[in-house]
């Protein structure tokens, strides 16, 4: 019994209990010896007794896939346990498959004994919890821990659809005739091979364009043009490519951005082949890429907006199906995407062509790509200067036209931005030379109020338009965030360093009031992770807009460890989940417009402790971000 006693001391967290109540546990303990390779749990199936303590020997632990490889295999040897959060926190099932190694040896705790532990004394019970919680934010582990039945009923759409790569499509082989070919001789060809897709190469063998049997069609025959001409006159030439290592809902994405129907595929920097759009959605038809091609087919802004009323149902059956929360972040934005761009191209129908170039560009969440269900309008124009006889006309055409497009918006159900970041405020359509001015006034400032105001325009993203403008604007901010902006970057850390975690000093989470509720306000949690990673992003003159990318390339640079990488991604996006799928219940169910506060009490004992732990990571990534700014920014 000493023996035992003495060992028990030094297995966590037995070690936290008192020598009495140890005492006690020893008594209760049941010696269980295991032969070489005995299966003793299996995960999801096997019900747990109780908790196993490792007094001899190995443990092996692993996630057996759908094709019963083995996964994240990990050992656990004498001093460690296991069973603990498969009793507390997975409806009493092993949560992993457990294979004891030759000579293992273990003491046995039942469950009605453990559980007693865990009710009277927090110590003890808060090692499962918080263990728990830091393994649920390996994405890897997390998918394997999904309750069996929702996996396996959804293995196929959310495994397949979000995780197949396009190297196990086979891809077209590419036909190709040179620019000076006639276009009678390039019809011959699509009609010897059989395509409707024909690629055009320059002398140097460099696809420039293609045509397709819609081209011949439109472009041709009903322009009568002869077709003796050379084919590089009637080419479409927007050429767009893809690597094959990366997922199939990457590239129907892609397409729909790009507004193309032939993507290319790269394979080590050679193309390998084609995809075609209707080719890719024939296969996802219970998808919602085929839902995002019957957007693009809408006629008016009635079925925009009947469309759009249907995408909190798609969000919550994703979230169900185990998918992403960064993966839904797509696509809402693309939805919201083709919305707009259907609205705009109507609306230019509708007002006439344009007097100038301009670019339609959207900011805030909207811009980084991470939209929610509670959105509204953050966008801006930007257009070609004029000389001065011609300014008030141009800018007369795009304030009726931002105006004409943010009512339609609205209506369809992205409501005004509040603190008016939009196109139709005459603050934010102006020409590109007074972009500039703003820009400059932004970074010069020294004001901590001003800087957090006007944040939100530097995560602005290209919608439609005169991309070379857009190119314009980000070469001139590299060209200026070159120049010594201490002050600037300084108060925008500063600002992202004012909202601290919701956690109290005992761990707890801590609230407000919000009717009969206790709640914290879920998006201002994620704030300081969107802010610390911006002001870096700039700092270091990256100029994507979406969080998730924005950390990719600061850890590629070296600025990011791989670990704060990790856990800062995984961190934000089970918030973003979180948000997302709580939101999209409120519509729903509630028939209310989403907003943004959770009460804990409403969450499951996983997900709290899971909060509890990413509010530790966002507290931890403010410390040392706190500590860099001191040093480099001031």
């Given at each position: ?149 929702t996996r396996e009923e959804n293995y196929i759409a959310s495994d397949q659809l979000y995780s197949r790569r396009i190297e196990t499509v086979d891809p077209k082989e590419i036909v190709a005739c040179y620019l000076s070919t006639p ?360 100029f994507k807009s979406n969080t998730g990318e924005r950390m990719a390339a600061l850890c590629e640079k070296g600025v990011f460890t791989d670990k704060e990488y990790q856990e800062l991604l995984q961190a934000y996006y089970y918030l ?59």
């Amino acid at each position: 019994m000493n023996d035992r006693l003495a060992f028990l001391k030094t297995v966590k967290p037995f070690d936290v209990l008192p020598d009495e109540v140890l005492e006690g546990v020893v008594d209760l303990l049941e010696e269980v010896k295991y032969t070489k390779e005995t299966v003793i749990y299996l995960q999801d199936v096997s019900k747990m007794r109780g908790v196993d303590i490792i007094a001899e020997g190995e443990y092996e632990l692993f996630f057996y896939d759908s094709n019963q490889n083995k996964r994240l295999i990990s050992h656990r040897h004498r001093g460690s346990s296991y069973g603990g959060t498969s009793v507390l926190l997975h409806k009493k099932r092993s949560i992993r498959t457990v294979i004891a190694k030759k000579g293992t040896v273990v003491y046995f705790l039942h469950r009605r004994h453990f559980k007693a532990l865990c009710q009277a004394y927090e110590a003890f019970f808060h090692h499962f919890t918080a263990v728990y919680g830091k393994r649920m934010l390996d994405d890897e582990y997390a998918h394997f821990v999904k309750p069996s039945t929702t996996r396996e009923e959804n293995y196929i759409a959310s495994d397949q659809l979000y995780s197949r790569r396009i190297e196990t499509v086979d891809p077209k082989e590419i036909v190709a005739c040179y620019l000076s070919t006639p276009i009678y001789e390039a019809a011959r060809q699509m009609a010897y091979h059989k395509i409707s897709c024909l690629f055009i190469k320059d002398e140097q063998e460099q696809i420039k364009g293609y045509v397709t049997d819609i081209t011949l069609r439109d472009r041709v025959i009903a322009s009568r043009l002869d077709a003796g001409r050379p084919v590089a006159d009637v080419m479409d030439n927007n050429i767009v490519s893809i690597d094959s290592q990366s997922f199939i809902y990457e590239a129907i994405l892609l397409m729909f951005r790009t507004k193309t129907r032939y993507l290319l595929v790269s394979h080590h920097g050679e193309y390998s082949g084609f995809l075609s759009r209707n080719r890719l959605l024939s296969e996802q038809a219970q998808s919602p890429f085929v839902f995002i091609q019957s957007v693009k087919l809408a006629q008016s802004v009635d079925e925009l907006k009947s469309k759009w009323e249907k995408v909190p149902e798609i969000v919550y059956q994703l979230l169900n199906r185990g998918v992403k929360a960064e993966i839904v972040n797509q696509v809402i934005t693309t939805v919201a995407d083709t919305i707009a761009l259907k609205v705009i191209e109507t609306t230019i129908d509708a007002l006439g062509t344009p007097p100038a170039k301009f670019v339609f560009i959207v900011l805030g969440s909207e811009g980084r790509k991470e939209q929610t269900l509670n959105t509204d309008q953050d966008n801006a124009i930007i257009y070609e200067d004029k000389a001065n006889e011609q300014r008030e006309l141009v800018r007369a055409y795009f304030l009726k036209f931002a105006d004409t497009v943010s009512e339609r918006l609205n209506y369809i159900g992205f409501s005004f931005c509040e603190g008016g970041f939009m196109a139709k405020n005459p603050k934010w359509t102006h020409s590109l030379s007074h972009w500039k001015r703003n820009y400059l006034e932004w970074m010069a400032e020294s004001n901590p109020e001003a800087v957090m105001k006007f944040a939100t325009f530097f995560d602005c993203r290209y919608l439609y338009g005169e991309a070379a403008i857009m190119d314009e604007l980000q070469s001139f901010l590299n060209e200026e965030l070159q120049n010594p902006l201490y002050k600037f970057l300084y108060h925008m850390g500063v600002n992202a360093l004012q909202y601290e975690p919701p956690l109290t000093f005992f761990n707890n989470i801590k609230t407000f009031s919000k009717g009969s509720q206790q709640v914290f306000n879920i998006k201002k949690t994620m704030t300081p992770i969107v802010d610390l990673v911006r002001v870096y992003a700039l700092q270091h003159r990256i100029f994507k807009s979406n969080t998730g990318e924005r950390m990719a390339a600061l850890c590629e640079k070296g600025v990011f460890t791989d670990k704060e990488y990790q856990e800062l991604l995984q961190a934000y996006y089970y918030l973003m989940s979180l948000r997302l799928k709580k939101q999209a219940m409120q519509i729903i169910n509630d028939k209310e417009r989403p907003d943004n506060f959770v009460d804990p009490k409403k969450l499951t004992k996983i997900e709290q402790v899971t909060l509890k732990e990413i509010f530790k990571v966002i507290a931890d990534f403010q410390l040392r971000i706190k500590i860099n700014f001191t040093k480099t920014l001031y």
